[in-house]
């Protein structure tokens, strides 16, 4: 699909060893901490030999890192890395939402399915006033209505069972001591503390973040969190069990539907009845610059890899597509011709894609999406001037829509995890509970998540036909999460681990960072630290101030509208690659929050 010749990743890197909070992002935009002499973000890559792990914390890429040097697998340095972020980046995920995992062994990739259900007792007309008009989304947000049944624990557990290697009780101990010891508050929760207008409503959020006067405890204060060790002890003692069923369980479900304003409907049974699914990962080739590679992902309830395999293959059929490159940016070409093939991409996806259990597939197969003559006649509405409107398609064999297409709402959330072991083991692990904070809920030291926002509020158009991504009992939301692994198609060796947290703007997102590395010859630290540029079907946002002019006034006369503003990715990447002739592993991680990559 791609012709540039390749240049290859430069060792650039230096070893490791051992309040305005935007409408359509999960959390704050981040000052970057490291800077070149042109003001420009940067990181030095990180080189490992063996095993390296990026996350969006120090503490909690630490805490993976201990557990890989101590033996451990990919899968066993995840679960130790998830266990701490949930402590020390509670805004983003912990063990009251959910989270898609991607595992690779010998080329055999999984898929583990920890996303949130909706309780059994839930109605499409959820998000509905009494008039029948959607609600404002922070009305639905705050509060017990949006909580979904969480995952994270129960995928953590099927995780390990099969392919640990340490014991489930070891890979506790880092986040249980950091939360009896305490840990110092980093810029960025602070930051996002102090901005957060709804997490003071809840007691016991009050309680645990703020002083009494209202403000957060200050950048460096140490944080302790008792609650949340206990509950990790006894799920490291007794197993998940004591997480889904008893007192934890009782505990979570009293907060959720004894909310004074917003109640919801979890009940008992929802935990006790939820199941992790294994899945078959969905996969494509893209031919990279003098290679080929197999790129795979999460299939449905995910969107992700369909997405982002949708807008690669557009792309590859664009005429003149390939010139990209001008003055280490994207150039206004290429960029016009990426904003439409992403907008195709999301029609698609608003139209088709849901909760595999509750959805079919188009022509009975999701990957009829990404079949390269579908993909060629969806490249063909790809000009010079952008789209008037950008429908969906109609695969090979899928008969009529059966369904209305999902209206655009906010999405948020997330962390991403990146993980590869001594043993030749991979995991992209992107975990959430969605909002930042969540439902603004804390219950036993942890937050419950909001994931039933992202369900499409509007279950039906004004005919009645349905929406794919509507709200129904049990079922799974259409996720954007885009957990990604990448081989040599030829030989099968892992060449990729990546992704990124943001809603819906994972997608583009990790499709950005994936292009620069294979497409423009970047190492993984300066293919994140690339502007970012995103359309999700309508307006193009562009990161603040990293644009030239030229290409702005291009843009525009194409016919897009443009709007500059901080996208703050969270970006993870590990990638193989040849320095000096030695096959190493080379990771960078999104200086937008507080990434770090270790390995050894």
Request: net charge neutral.
């Amino acid at each position: 699909m791609g012709v540039l010749v390749f240049a290859p990743l430069i060792a650039t890197a230096q070893s490791l060893a051992n309040e305005d909070v935007l409408a359509n992002q999960p959390e704050i935009a981040s000052t970057r901490s490291v800077k070149t002499a042109n003001g420009k973000p940067s990181k030095p890559d990180v080189i490992a030999q063996r095993f390296a792990v990026a996350s969006a914390n120090p503490l909690a890429t630490q805490a993976g890192f201990d557990v890989l040097d101590a033996g451990g697998s990919a899968m066993d340095a995840a679960i130790a890395v998830q266990l701490v972020l949930g402590l020390v980046e509670p805004q983003s995920s912990g063990i009251g939402g959910g989270a898609l995992i991607l595992h690779s062994h010998d080329q055999h990739v999984v898929a583990l399915d920890g996303r949130e259900t909706a309780p059994a007792l839930v109605q499409e007309d959820l998000f509905l006033d009494a008039q029948g008009k959607p609600l404002a989304f922070y009305d639905a947000v705050v509060g017990g209505r949006s909580v979904g049944t969480p995952g994270t624990l129960r995928v953590l557990a099927l995780a390990h069972q099969r392919f640990g290697k340490l014991p489930w009780a070891r890979l506790f101990e880092p986040a249980i001591g950091l939360a009896r010891q305490g840990f110092a508050i980093s810029p960025r929760l602070f930051a996002q503390l102090k901005a957060d207008p709804f997490l003071r409503q809840d007691p016991q959020a009050l309680a645990y973040f703020y002083e009494s006067n209202g403000e957060p405890h200050s950048i460096g204060f140490v944080l302790k969190n008792p609650a949340y060790a206990q509950v990790l002890q006894r799920v490291a003692k007794e197993g998940v069990d004591a997480f889904y069923s008893g007192a934890i369980a009782q505990a979570v479900v009293d907060k959720v539907q004894r909310h004074p304003s917003n109640p919801g409907q979890l009940q008992l049974s929802d935990l006790r009845n939820y199941q992790a699914k294994t899945r078959e990962a969905m996969c494509f080739e893209y031919a990279a610059a003098q290679r080929m590679l197999r790129v795979c992902g999460f299939p449905p309830p995910s969107s992700g890899l369909i997405a982002m395999g949708q807008i690669l293959g557009m792309l590859s059929y664009v005429p003149n597509s390939q010139t990209t490159w001008v003055n280490g940016l994207p150039s206004a070409a290429w960029l016009h011709s990426y904003f439409e093939a992403s907008r195709l991409a999301f029609a698609d996806r608003a139209q088709y894609v849901g909760d595999p259990d509750f959805v079919p597939a188009p022509a009975g197969n999701w990957a009829s999406l990404l079949q390269p003559e579908y993909l060629q006649q969806r490249a063909q509405r790809i000009g010079k001037q952008r789209m008037n409107t950008a429908p969906a398609g109609t695969p090979q064999g899928a008969s009529n829509l059966s369904f209305s297409p999902s209206p655009e709402q906010q999405e948020h959330g997330t962390s991403h995890i990146s993980v590869v072991d001594a043993q030749g083991n991979a995991v992209a692990m992107t975990t959430t509970v969605e909002s930042s904070f969540g439902s603004r809920q804390m219950v036993q030291g942890f937050m419950l998540n909001n994931e039933l926002t992202d369900f499409s509020f509007v279950p039906r158009d004004a005919a009645g036909k349905p929406v794919a991504n509507r709200v129904q009992p049990n079922k799974r939301p259409r996720s954007s999460m885009s957990p990604t692994l990448v081989f040599d198609k030829a030989t099968g060796e892992l060449l990729m681990s990546l992704g990124s947290p943001g809603g819906a703007l994972i997608i583009p997102f990790t499709t950005k960072t994936f292009y620069g590395v294979w497409q423009w010859g970047l190492t993984p630290q300066q293919a994140i630290d690339l502007p970012n540029f995103v359309s999700i079907g309508g307006a193009l946002w562009l990161e603040a101030n990293a644009f030239p002019a030229d290409t702005l006034n291009a843009l525009r006369q194409a016919g897009h509208e443009l709007s500059e503003q901080e996208l703050t990715s969270g970006l993870q990447a590990i990638v193989r690659t040849q320095i000096n002739g030695q096959s190493v592993w080379m990771g960078g991680a999104d200086s937008r929050r507080e990434g770090v990559v270790m390995g050894r």
